[in-house]
């Protein structure tokens, strides 16, 4: 039999990712649920494993899994609504803080540009009604994206319990693709598969939690208001790798303005938050979950652009485990291996160019 030419192999291979690519961002409505409800249910396997120990029926476990998960996004939306209901009461004092930063900063352009106070209001207004002209638009697009975010997380109970009562059914569908010898090698890339998930998973809710107390205690005792929201705020954006970091210096900066007239106070925020931050990218998180998920920053970034591209929020913060399960399969794929080492953290001692 011909042997294939590798020019063909390897331009079927280009073709089938950009055919993937494709597919999820046509139906990324459709899979971004499936998706995040696969990960989700593999983080609650472990609760329902022990559930199930316990003489618990499996229907039952399932459910009392997807309860504890929803108790505990249910405590971070309380602390939420009370954080937000503290800067609605607070909104006369926000609203002058404001205006007295605008007032400053209209001086300094006046002083420094030679803008008066007359042409910036004007072009304040012209702005103002641009966005005011679109403002419908932009209503009829939130009313859209708010009923597809409650279609969202209105199917993911639903996807996280069927998961888990089929998965030895989609286990035995996955076997089945492969011939018995290798069965052994899908075992241990699903088995490998399951624990970075799981490590990566388990290793963000760690992340938030330390980052939200470090950041909310230190904040408190240099006196910051608001200094628990501006702590959870920059933990949770700062789960979507190198991209969240940066709104959440914005916002609480942004947080810190509306609540005070000192700019000391926002200094002091930007040195805390680097302070942690640093501490959490160069001791701490490699510690908790650099040795599981092993991609170089450059896969890492485009990843998180990609999925950012092609489903927004979700994509961004599913795009690392995701990589990192393809990763896992490449490895183990004798044609496939060559994707495997460039999405790997290591780099060839030797060049190969000498």
Do not use: C
Not at 99 to 114: R, V
Not at 199 to 227: D, E, N, P, R
Not at 278 to 287: A, G, K, Q, V
Not at 305 to 333: C, E, H, W
Request: glycine residues 8%; positive net charge.
């Amino acid at each position: 039999m011909k042997e294939i030419p590798i020019t063909v192999i390897r331009s079927i291979e280009l073709l089938g990712i950009v055919l993937v690519v494709f597919i999820f961002y046509v139906g990324a409505d459709i899979i971004m649920p499936i998706l995040l409800s696969f990960f989700i249910s593999i983080m609650l396997l472990p609760v329902h494993r022990f559930l199930m120990s316990k003489k618990i029926p499996e229907i039952l476990s399932i459910i009392i899994s997807i309860l504890l998960l929803a108790l505990f996004l249910g405590g971070i939306i309380w602390f939420f609504s009370s954080q937000i209901t503290k800067l609605i009461n607070e909104f006369d004092q926000i609203k002058s803080n404001v205006n007295n930063h605008l007032n400053n900063l209209s001086h300094w352009i006046d002083n420094k540009f030679g803008i008066s106070s007359k042409e910036q209001t004007k072009f304040i207004n012209e702005q103002s009604n641009n966005v005011l002209n679109s403002l419908g638009k932009i209503l009829g697009g939130a009313m859209g994206s708010f009923s597809s975010f409650i279609v969202f997380f209105g199917l993911l109970p639903i996807y996280i319990y069927l998961m888990l009562f089929y998965k030895n059914l989609f286990l035995k569908f996955i076997f089945m693709w492969f011939s018995p010898t290798d069965h052994e090698m899908v075992r241990e890339g699903l088995k490998e598969s399951e624990t970075i998930i799981k490590s990566y998973l388990l290793g963000l809710i760690i992340q938030v939690t330390y980052m939200t107390i470090l950041l909310g205690g230190l904040m408190i005792i240099f006196g910051i208001k608001h200094a628990l929201l501006i702590g959870v705020i920059f933990a949770i954006l700062n789960l979507i790798p190198y991209i969240g970091a940066l709104f959440g210096n914005i916002i609480g900066v942004l947080l810190t303005l509306s609540s005070t007239q000192e700019l000391s106070a926002v200094i002091t925020v930007l040195i805390i938050i680097s302070a942690v931050q640093f501490l959490d990218n160069n001791i701490l998180m490699p510690r908790i979950v650099g040795s599981k998920v092993k991609i170089n920053a450059f896969a890492a970034i485009f990843g998180v652009i990609v999925g950012g591209t092609i489903a927004g929020i979700s994509g961004m913060f599913l795009a690392l485990p995701l990589i990192a399960v393809l990763k896992i399969i490449f490895d183990r794929t004798k044609i496939l291996k060559q994707w495997g080492v460039l999405l790997a953290d290591e780099r060839p001692k030797n060049n190969l160019m000498k």
